[in-house]
């Protein structure tokens, strides 16, 4: 869904970041349309967070163009800046003051009255469920409190976008899945989201359309679902070994006619099926026996691993 006047929230085309010779991001290409949560996926250093950090207005465009909401980062940084929400990697909060203080000296860089943020600030210290918390100083907090506060302030200025930055990085699996309901909320009321990841499992949770980003640049894009059907097979196979001397140099014999691919990696062997139980049954009937077998739906891990030839976490 464009907005109103046709056009996409954000657009790039031929985007490029360099810093000296190294070519962070690599002439990307992509589009960002009212109301939908859109990813980017890829490990550290494949230019997502540099590609943030140019749609932000914080670091300039080597070459290419940039359009947010129309507008020229370099001309209207300062305008789009205001109609931005941003959740950096890094949680920049005060930890000298209180929690609600925190949310009402963000809101005044935005030019809000006090008489609003105050209302403001008890409204998002709800929806982030840190209502008891308000008075308290910020430094005790755990680690995903923190998160979800700086969430919170990032919305002050009731923002067209809200850009989130590994969202969920250092927090526990309790904790990353209480920010991933904050976000579905979020998503749920039309906030349109972009975020970037290197957390397969949370780019399914919360995109409806992603990038996959690999060396600075685009290696494939669709939703979640197309991108799987695309790359992958319905389903996988997990051999393990006790160890080397047990596992084969050669797959070819014990998978023949039974899966579309083998993927040998250190700890592990993956076989690339739409039928898994079957797949393993037949390997185990021509008298392959690994320690484990776990036959599980293929993710973006899969997609990452067929497109790149390597794991999205090393």
């Given at each position: 869904?464009?907005?109103?006047?046709?056009?996409?929230?954000?657009?790039?085309?031929?985007?490029?970041?360099?810093?000296?010779?190294?070519?962070?991001?690599?002439?990307?290409?992509?589009?960002?349309?009212?109301?939908?949560?859109?990813?980017?996926?890829?490990?550290?250093?494949?230019?997502?967070?540099?590609?943030?950090?140019?749609?932000?207005?914080v670091s300039p465009v080597t070459d290419g163009t940039l359009s947010?909401?129309?507008?020229?980062?370099?001309?209207?940084?300062?305008?789009?800046?205001?109609?931005?929400?941003?959740?950096?990697?890094?949680?920049?909060?005060?930890?000298?003051?209180?929690?609600?203080?925190?949310?009402?000296?963000?809101?005044?860089?935005?030019?809000?009255?006090?008489?609003?943020?105050?209302?403001?600030?008890?409204?998002?210290?709800?929806?982030?469920?840190?209502?008891?918390?308000?008075?308290?100083?910020?430094?005790?907090?755990?680690?995903?409190m923190k998160r979800r506060l700086t969430i919170a302030r990032s919305?002050?200025?009731?923002?067209?976008?809200?850009?989130?930055?590994?969202?969920?990085?250092?927090?526990?699996?309790?904790?990353?899945?209480?920010?991933?309901?904050?976000?579905?909320?979020?998503?749920?009321?039309?906030?349109?989201?972009?975020?970037?990841?290197?957390?397969?499992?949370?780019?399914?949770q919360l995109c409806d359309r992603l990038v996959v980003m690999d060396?600075?640049?685009?290696?494939?894009?669709?939703?979640?679902?197309?991108?799987?059907?695309?790359?992958?097979?319905?389903?996988?196979?997990?051999?393990?070994?006790?160890?080397?001397?047990?596992?084969?140099?050669?797959?070819?014999?014990?998978?023949?006619?039974?899966?579309?691919?083998?993927?040998?990696?250190?700890?592990?062997?993956?076989?690339?099926?739409?039928?898994?139980?079957?797949?393993?049954?037949?390997?185990?009937?021509?008298?392959?026996?690994?320690?484990?077998?776990?036959?599980?739906?293929?993710?973006?891990?899969?997609?990452?691993?067929?497109?790149?030839?390597?794991?999205?976490?090393?």
């Amino acid at each position: 869904m464009a907005n109103q006047n046709g056009e996409s929230l954000i657009r790039a085309r031929g985007l490029v970041k360099r810093f000296g010779e190294l070519a962070a991001v690599d002439s990307v290409d992509f589009d960002l349309q009212r109301g939908e949560a859109f990813g980017f996926l890829g490990p550290n250093g494949a230019g997502k967070t540099s590609t943030m950090r140019m749609i932000g207005c914080v670091s300039p465009v080597t070459d290419g163009t940039l359009s947010v909401f129309g507008l020229d980062p370099a001309r209207d940084g300062v305008e789009i800046r205001g109609r931005l929400g941003v959740v950096p990697q890094e949680d920049s909060l005060d930890m000298e003051l209180t929690v609600r203080e925190n949310i009402i000296v963000y809101g005044r860089y935005f030019g809000l009255p006090r008489s609003v943020l105050r209302k403001r600030a008890d409204e998002l210290l709800e929806f982030v469920e840190l209502t008891d918390r308000a008075k308290d100083r910020v430094e005790p907090l755990s680690g995903g409190m923190k998160r979800r506060l700086t969430i919170a302030r990032s919305l002050v200025n009731d923002p067209e976008v809200l850009l989130l930055d590994e969202p969920t990085t250092g927090l526990d699996p309790q904790a990353r899945h209480v920010v991933w309901d904050r976000l579905y909320r979020l998503k749920r009321q039309g906030v349109t989201l972009l975020l970037t990841t290197h957390y397969m499992d949370e780019a399914e949770q919360l995109c409806d359309r992603l990038v996959v980003m690999d060396k600075g640049k685009i290696v494939a894009e669709g939703s979640p679902r197309e991108l799987i059907e695309r790359y992958s097979t319905r389903e996988v196979v997990e051999l393990r070994f006790e160890d080397d001397d047990k596992r084969p140099d050669d797959f070819g014999y014990w998978t023949d006619g039974l899966v579309s691919r083998v993927e040998p990696l250190p700890d592990r062997v993956l076989l690339y099926t739409d039928q898994g139980d079957a797949a393993a049954h037949g390997i185990h009937e021509r008298g392959l026996v690994p320690e484990s077998v776990l036959v599980r739906r293929s993710t973006l891990e899969d997609v990452f691993l067929h497109l790149t030839g390597r794991t999205l976490i090393e």
